[in-house]
């Protein structure tokens, strides 16, 4: 009987928590809030509308926001899409200048790049070894052509926590409009919106235990610009982001959020001590490197190197354990990782790294098998290397990703 897999890859994304399904459950049939959340002329209406109202309170008591400051999106990715085009339009073309960091989620990447087929002067901004922005490197780009800088507050493959705080003050002092996806921070390290000086802030449901189509977008309330929408009808959250309100998505969200804020002094630390054991396991006696070891790193995230080893070879040996190479995204194109690429590491090394994420159901017995598992593997691809190399490249060819 073949065992049970063991999940590491908690920053792909998460299972729905069950208060978080049954909350979404009772969104849904005719016994349930099914009304639409606008029809609020009549009481089956209303109730949809105030548990909506509910959730959007939830969501903003995480960020210390206020309600008003929460738009409903379809997830991260819409989120970064709204506020980097959304900024964008409403600034040009007096101000055309986008500067993002190198290792920002594709989702803030892309859409950067797209804006430039409309004029965008985009500027990408490196990080060091540890995957940091350097503030002195920001500082010259941020002057009366700049419409937004985006970076991102915890990186989804290293784990690495930006200091949004002065990166937020210094755009802040030069009259520049900031954007943080804190999609991997919230829940994770406290998030206060005034603290971190932040104009926008993305965030998704289903990296929190919440369920997948969902997410948000903070926009601070007195935006000096009007934010123009991606997404054009019935006027929806303020004019932002039109169509009918996702009831269930929204209160599933709603209910992850509360759960998070709750449990935000007990899960972190408990993950993260479970994250140490992983990383010494995997780093004695030489078998694996840690990346970004010198940062502050969020709770469940760790990046290692295997040098000598393939890591889709690697993968394919660790059939019982769910990690990534990189992120979900990346796997999905085939490509290796612009943020392994930004840190230094050369593509062999890409390709020999394995993202572990853990989580709030990671017990300490999956990090021991887990490890046991890749060092057994990682052992016997080293002893036959050669051959090792050359089954990756065969299993590369055969899965197409050459
Ligand atoms: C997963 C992820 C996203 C995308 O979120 P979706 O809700 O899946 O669209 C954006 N940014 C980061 C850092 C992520 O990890």
């Keep these: 009987m073949p065992s ?13 928590d069950p208060a978080v399904a049954r909350a979404m459950g009772s969104c849904l049939t005719s016994e349930g809030t099914f009304a639409n959340p606008a029809s609020v002329t009549h009481r089956p209406g209303r109730a949809a509308r105030a548990r909506v109202e509910d959730a959007r309170a939830r969501v903003a008591e995480l960020l210390h926001a206020d309600p008003e400051e929460i738009v409903f999106t379809s997830g991260a990715t819409e989120a970064n899409n709204l506020a980097l085009t959304g900024v964008f339009r409403a600034l040009r073309p007096e101000r055309t200048r986008i500067v993002v960091s190198a290792i920002e989620h594709p989702s803030v990447l892309d859409t ?3 804006l430039a087929e409309e004029g965008a002067d985009v500027v990408v901004v490196g990080v060091d070894p540890e995957g940091r922005v350097d503030p002195a490197v920001l500082e010259p780009l941020l002057d009366e052509r700049t419409a937004l800088c985006s970076v991102m507050h ?3 493959e290293l784990g690495t926590v930006q200091d949004i705080e002065r990166l937020g003050a210094l755009c802040r002092s030069r009259g520049v409009l900031f954007h943080t996806d804190a999609v991997q921070s919230a829940g ?3 998030l206060d919106v005034h603290a971190l000086a932040v104009d926008l802030l993305s965030l998704s449901a289903h990296k929190l235990y919440g369920p997948k189509g969902i997410g948000a977008l903070y926009v601070r309330r007195d935006l000096p610009v009007g934010l123009v929408p991606l997404i054009h009808g019935g006027g929806h959250e303020r004019g932002r982001r039109s169509g009918t309100l996702a009831t269930h998505q929204i209160v599933g969200m709603g209910e992850a959020y509360r759960l998070a804020v709750e449990r935000l002094s ?4 408990r993950v993260a001590a479970l994250r140490d054991r992983l990383v010494e396991l995997l780093t004695a006696d030489g078998l694996g490197r840690l990346n970004a070891r010198g940062a502050e790193r969020v709770s469940g995230i760790a990046s290692l190197t295997f040098p000598g080893v393939v890591g889709e070879t690697l993968l394919y040996f660790l059939g019982d354990l769910a990690v990534s190479q990189g992120s979900a995204c990346g796997a999905a194109r085939g490509e290796s990782s612009h943020v392994l690429k930004a840190i230094g590491l050369s593509p062999l090394e890409a390709h020999a790294t394995i993202r572990f994420s853990l989580g709030r159901e990671t017990t300490e017995d999956e990090i021991a098998r887990a490890a046991a598992l890749v060092r057994a593997a990682v052992q016997d691809l080293r002893r036959r290397a050669p051959r090792g190399e050359a089954s990756a490249t065969e299993h590369r060819r055969a ?3 050459d």
Excluded: F, R, S
């Design 4 to 16: 049970a897999p063991i999940y590491l890859d908690y920053a792909a994304t998460t299972p729905v």
């Design 112 to 114: 950067a790049h797209a």
């Design 154 to 156: 915890v990186n989804n």
């Design 188 to 190: 994770k390290i406290p």
């Design 266 to 269: 007990e899960d972190p630390p």
């Design 399 to 401: 899965h197409g990703h």
